[in-house]
């Protein structure tokens, strides 16, 4: 049974909290939109962690826009529509594509420092993209100066507050509009904050599985806090591996960005040989579902864990120049990316479904929008082209950040608490090892709900899934761990339930007993909510 807050609180005994916008969430997605509204309004930003601690401050590639002379909107659109294996929305990939130029320049209006060329901005190429469209900055640093640039803009906003390590517990809902959110600051009692809009942009889920490219923060809680509060969610089977994750024993899951494979680094399995021909016309240049499939497979012919990234024909002094943060991190595992081949593996990158909007942002639940990972807006289809997701998080942040700006405004000025409340439940009657489960759900997942896909293992993953609901669910914690537990569990089970529904294979979902893309049968979007009694997913179809 799914909780419906997971937390008890009454209205008389909490401390209170009135903005117009409260945004949910500091990745680039999050500060856009609250750069969005009006200088009057009072704007609250709330992070589980620090304000740079999320998946756009470690993407390392750059920001896809038609920025050369030689390419051009409908080159970038195909390109897109390609890669999101029949499924994007035309309209959208066309919106997003046409907008992105200008979010960029207003990027740097603000302070961003791309990396700069002879002709203007340096721009990169990465797989599925037919032309060089990548700005980046700082070689494979990108993130980290846009998020730089976008926090101070942020900071320097009069009417913005933020709040860090703030974990946001829940929605609140009353008569079928979102009110604002249950939120605890450093695991203490939690805080009613209400709003006349909220902006929902907590990024990905990456750590449900041991194999991943995202940061700790990335534990999936927008995704199960909009699910408890009976929002839609859509196409949740459809989760990006990056092809090339370094795998070293003692070293983080570090991200080996695609964009040395568009400089013209090889894919070579542990003989040296170069296998991606034998996959894909593209070799290493194929969209990342493609290479990583390819790379399990040569996985398992040879019987090797990994396989590696060979630069050596490359100039040495070049490859380290345009890539220091790699070189860097190799160097400290005493490996010399110019030399040496890199061993890396597929890991779980970046989450295509999520919460479904529209063009402008809203959610299926008035007085909610959503941007950024956390949501599916028509542009990634079933695989997200390479750094199309900064791209997108620009142009829906604004987006959404606007629309709840004219929404707030349009609102009466006079805020009220509402009265919503969650009784107690079950204390854990005894020490649970919360990190224990959450390895093993790590695992499982990684194992069955991963880049390859059984009906077989499917089940058996809701099984175990289910198994940990069972003790886990009725609890009320009081620590972070705690929460982040359940909404991992929750999250997990939402996706492997779509990833069994869906019977065939198409983009990033790869399913060996349907290994065929079934256009007739299932061009369609999984959409998902919370039954009415509170239990699993419910999922409908819907065609685009």
């Known amino acids: 049974m799914t909780p419906r807050y997971l937390v008890p609180f009454h209205p008389k005994h909490v401390p209170h909290h009135f903005v117009d916008i409260l945004v949910i969430g500091s990745g680039l997605a999050g500060l856009r939109a609250a750069n969005a509204a009006n200088p009057h309004q009072r704007v609250l930003l709330v992070t589980k962690d620090k304000i740079r601690e999320s998946n756009s401050n470690y993407a390392q590639g750059g920001i896809a826009g038609v920025l050369g002379p030689e390419d051009d909107f409908a080159s970038h659109v195909s390109d897109t529509m390609i890669a999101g ?8 990939v066309e919106m997003v ?42 070689g494979d640093a990108t993130g980290r100066e846009v998020m730089r640039a976008m926090e101070q803009h942020t900071r320097d906003s009069s009417h913005s507050e933020i709040w860090e390590q703030a974990f946001t517990l829940d929605l609140l809902t009353h008569d079928g509009r979102c009110r604002g959110a249950v939120i605890s600051r450093n695991e203490g009692p939690p805080t009613l904050v209400w709003a006349k809009q909220t902006i929902l942009c907590t990024g990905g889920a990456g750590q449900v599985f041991r194999e991943s490219t995202n940061p700790p923060v990335a534990t999936g809680d927008g995704f199960s806090l909009a699910y408890r509060a009976g929002v839609e969610l859509r196409d949740m089977e459809f989760i990006q591996f990056h092809p090339t994750v370094l795998y070293l024993a003692g070293s983080s899951r570090s991200l080996i960005t695609e964009a040395i494979r568009g400089e013209g680094a090889h894919l070579v399995d542990i003989n040296g ?21 390819s790379i399990l ?4 012919k040879t019987k090797h864990n990994c396989v590696y990234l060979d630069m050596s024909h490359l100039d040495g002094a070049q490859v380290k120049n345009r890539f220091p943060g790699i070189a860097k991190t190799c160097a400290e595992f005493g490996l010399d990316i110019a030399t040496d081949r890199i061993p890396v593996r597929p890991g779980a990158h970046y989450m295509v479904g999520g919460v479904t909007v529209d063009r402008a942002g809203r959610t299926s639940l008035p007085g909610l929008w959503a941007a950024g990972e956390i949501t599916s807006s028509g542009l990634h289809g079933a695989n997200r082209l390479a750094s199309n997701s900064l791209l997108e998080a620009l142009v829906y942040g604004a987006h959404a950040g606007e629309g709840a700006a004219r929404a707030a405004a349009e609102m009466p000025n006079s805020l009220e608490a509402l009265p919503i409340e969650s009784s107690p439940r079950n204390q854990p009657s005894q020490a649970l090892d919360l990190s224990d489960i959450q390895a093993s759900l790590k695992s499982l997942m990684g194992r069955f709900v991963g880049v390859q896909r059984t009906g077989e293992d499917l089940r058996e993953a809701i099984t175990m899934i289910d198994s ?47 290994p065929a893309p079934d256009d007739e049968n299932w061009r369609r979007h999984l959409s998902i909510q919370i039954d009415s009694g509170g239990g699993h997913p419910q999922i409908s179809t819907r065609v685009p």
Not at 85 to 92: E, K, P, Q, T, W
Not at 297 to 300: L, V
Not at 479 to 500: C, D, K, P, V
Request: charged letters at 30%.
């Open 85 to 92: 294996a029949n499924l994007c929305d035309a309209d959208v």
């Open 97 to 138: 594509i046409r907008e992105g130029p200008r979010r960029i320049e207003e990027l740097i209006s603000w302070g961003t420092k791309f990396d700069k060329g002879l002709n203007g901005l340096a721009l990169g190429r990465e797989g599925g993209h037919s032309h060089q469209r990548i700005v980046h900055a700082h």
């Open 273 to 293: 040989h170069r296998f991606m021909a034998e996959y894909d016309e593209r070799k290493e240049l194929a969209p990342r579902d493609i290479v990583s499939q």
């Open 297 to 300: 497979r040569q996985m398992g």
């Open 468 to 514: 940990f609901f069972a003790y886990v669910m009725p609890q009320q914690f009081q620590t972070e761990e705690g929460w982040e537990t359940q909404n991992m569990l929750q999250t997990s089970r939402i996706m492997a339930t779509a990833a069994l529904a869906r019977e065939e294979s198409r983009g990033v979902h790869y399913r060996m007993d349907f």
